[in-house]
């Protein structure tokens, strides 16, 4: 994992879970002062890129809520995890709803859960309320209900896709203040992007997916998270996500990109977790 010591006192242990064809890895953040509380919260990170890409957040979401179990896994094929990558959505909710399900029935496991997607990872945690997982609430943080925008990636090769990831985020980096972070994160690029099976899987996963009409269907308190300069999931779409997802909040991240999820992590962290605590 990526060095996030500098934040808060968080205890972060690794585990495999077994889900169907998929060996999945999973990490647990828990802040080390307080007793654990029976709420859980599950990060989904985005396409092209593993746990990584979330692990400051994520952490950061563990300081802030003591006692609150933070959840990361890579999706299949990603990252530690085994198995084949998934080209379709509901197949990631799929395993990663169940994931969760076999997570709450160990010992002394939260029984409550909430999902905080960022890009793709909003995408399943959508479906993943769809599918009837039943999280208690939803955060969507730079996130659409269909990816049509990323259609000129379609029919690039795995290995060039990797290439267009370092791309992408070499555009973001200037809206990262961090000098330090920034510095780390430009060192991990590499170990934060997924395999090139893996980023062909996740396109072909972006293109399939459409829940534009079945977004009405969604009765869990949602917050939509969207930024000033993201051009992948743009604002008409996070308006969309605010229009037809029923009683959902939004939050405007001025001075945000798409990938604020890395560069600004402590603020999200802090929005997200007022959300759960709300």
Not at 35 to 61: M, R
Not at 118 to 132: F, K, N, Y
Not at 168 to 192: A, G, R, T
Request: charged share 20%; net charge negative; aromatic share 8%.
């Amino acid at each position: 994992m990526l060095n996030t010591t500098t934040y808060f006192s968080v205890n972060t242990m690794y585990s495999n879970v077994q889900v169907e064809d998929h060996n999945i890895a999973v990490y647990t953040h828990t802040s080390k002062a307080t007793s654990p509380k029976d709420l859980a919260v599950l990060v989904v990170n985005g396409a092209l890129g593993n746990v990584l890409t979330t692990a400051h957040f994520s952490h950061s979401l563990a300081g802030i809520l003591e006692g609150v179990t933070v959840i990361q896994a890579d999706l299949p094929g990603h990252g530690g995890s085994k198995g084949d990558p998934l080209h379709n959505i509901k197949d990631i909710a799929s395993i990663v709803g169940k994931l969760m399900t076999i997570l709450q029935e160990q010992p002394n496991f939260p029984k409550r859960y909430v999902v905080a997607g960022h890009s793709m990872g909003g995408s399943v945690a959508i479906e993943m309320a769809l599918q009837g997982f039943n999280p208690e609430k939803l955060i969507l943080l730079q996130t659409s209900p269909e990816w049509k925008i990323m259609e000129s990636l379609n029919f690039l090769s795995g290995e060039i896709l990797v290439e267009t990831f370092g791309q992408m985020m070499e555009e973001e980096w200037p809206y990262i203040e961090d000098e330090q972070l920034l510095y780390e994160l430009k060192s991990n690029l590499k170990k934060m992007t997924a395999a090139p099976l893996a980023c062909a899987a996740d396109i072909d996963a972006l293109m399939s997916f459409d829940a534009t009409e079945d977004l009405v269907y969604i009765n869990v308190p949602t917050l939509v998270v969207y930024s000033e300069f993201d051009g992948t999931a743009d604002q008409t779409k996070s308006h969309l996500l605010l229009e037809r997802i029923r009683g959902a909040k939004g939050y405007f991240l001025k001075g945000g990109s798409h990938t604020s999820v890395m560069g600004k992590h402590l603020i999200l962290a802090e929005i997200a977790a007022n959300f759960i605590l709300d």
